[in-house]
């Protein structure tokens, strides 16, 4: 980090409606002297409520951000209706908003990274502005994610557009407009060089996490726990993570799932409740290290996604994890080292890892160390953007 303190040879700009990895990146460059202008929908020291949508340890000068609340509430609260939503999807509309809003918001800068799907308007005019143009995609190609997901709402006989056409046709214009794509897998990377995107044009970095957060905390009790923590959704594969720890039937055991459950999966959850699955519901960052630190293992069966940042997070409380191939999470948990790296929809191979950390405390404890010490050397927020600070640095002085 110290090369690149309190210098200013890099002007960079974010664009991004939520918040993702935004927050963190963009304190990371501010305080590097490298953030020109944050441009999202919420920031503020002083709203209980905007506080309340961002860790408390990310501090951005504030005269370095342009907020418009205006696109969040279509995209995050009217959208988020039932009712609303049955009569037109907001959502797209809500990205439309922001881009257009966002685009008219930039400045001159070396760098403008957007968030993708609300980014195309935003990149045409950074292009014009001088700018290099980097479309941020957390996920998987937009077309391999619409196709995995419409299959396995197939495979479950649930008919639900998860993927909004309008947005697939924006994106692909995205990656196509962009200078550079960034994704934070291998996994993902590899769906873009396979879709036809130039594999130069592709950066890939690992998510980091917030190290002075998310530390093991003392377990309270003796009750073995699995945990999962993010969207309760086909998406993520807890169909198969509830089959799989209801036919293992471990003794004084409990599955806990933290987060808001989507609706591809009320029904099923309700057709397979149990006493020792717990809906934890959606909790602030602040409480999220007491959670994992009551649990034994970390469980993210997902079917499509770039890297979770709530595997770095697990794995920095002392948690083993269970991870599929699709996750991405394998460029961060080494298997058979920090946690087990599965395939996609395979009950049987979550019920076999599970049960031998169950049976094998000693593993499981060497596992929970090795995880821990691993997101301590090189997976801070810091290393994430020392990385991708240098690659700006050579995308800006290549020759």
């Given at each position: 980090m110290g090369k690149y303190k309190n210098t200013s040879s890099m002007k960079v700009i974010i664009s991004c409606l939520s918040k993702f990895w935004a927050f963190q990146f963009a304190q990371q460059l501010d305080k590097r002297g490298y953030l020109h202008k944050l441009i999202t929908t919420y920031y503020s020291k002083k709203s209980k409520f905007f506080r309340s949508l961002r860790n408390d340890a990310e501090e951005i000068s504030l005269n370095k951000v342009s907020t418009?609340?205006?696109?969040?509430?279509?995209?995050?609260?009217?959208?988020?209706?039932?009712?609303?939503?049955?009569?037109?999807?907001?959502?797209?509309?809500?990205?439309?908003?922001?881009d257009n809003w966002a685009s008219n918001n930039l400045d001159t800068a070396d760098i403008v990274i957007a968030w993708s799907a609300c980014a195309l308007n935003t990149i045409r005019k950074a292009k014009s502005l001088g700018a290099k143009t980097i479309v941020e995609r957390g996920s998987t190609h937009i077309q391999f994610q619409k196709k995995i997901l419409e299959e396995e709402c197939g495979m479950h006989n649930i008919k639900i557009n998860l993927v909004d056409e309008r947005i697939v046709q924006k994106e692909l214009l995205e990656y196509g407009e962009c200078d550079y794509i960034i994704t934070p897998s291998r996994f993902s990377a590899q769906t873009y060089i396979d879709y036809g995107i130039d594999s130069k044009k592709i950066i890939q970095v690992p998510f980091g996490t917030n190290l002075e957060l998310f530390k093991q905390l003392p377990k309270e009790d003796k009750i073995f726990r699995v945990i999962y923590c993010g969207g309760i959704s086909l998406r993520k594969g807890i169909q198969y993570l509830i089959k799989a720890f209801k036919q293992l039937k471990i003794p004084k055991s409990e599955l806990w799932l933290v987060g808001n459950i989507s609706q591809d999966m009320s029904c099923f959850l309700k057709n397979n409740s149990a006493e020792n699955i717990v809906l934890k519901g959606k909790q602030p960052q602040s409480s999220l290290p007491w959670f994992y630190s009551q649990c034994d293992v970390f469980c993210i069966p997902s079917i499509e996604e770039g890297l979770p940042m709530v595997i770095p997070q697990a794995m920095a409380c002392g948690?083993?994890?269970?991870?599929?191939?699709?996750?991405?999470?394998?460029?961060?948990?080494?298997?058979?080292?920090?946690?087990?790296?599965?395939?996609?929809?395979?009950i049987e191979v979550i019920k076999e890892k599970l049960l031998f950390l169950y049976e094998n405390l000693e593993e499981r404890e060497i596992m929970s160390d090795s995880a821990r010490k691993r997101i301590e050397n090189g997976y801070s927020w810091d290393d994430f953007a020392n990385k991708v600070i240098s690659i700006f640095f050579t995308i800006l002085y290549q020759k």
């Open positions: 418009n609340i205006i696109p969040a509430l279509f995209s995050h609260g009217i959208n988020r209706i039932p009712f609303i939503r049955s009569i037109y999807n907001w959502n797209f509309y809500a990205l439309e908003m922001f948690l083993p994890v269970i991870c599929t191939i699709n996750s991405g999470g394998g460029d961060i948990v080494r298997d058979g080292q920090d946690g087990f790296i599965i395939p996609i929809r395979d």
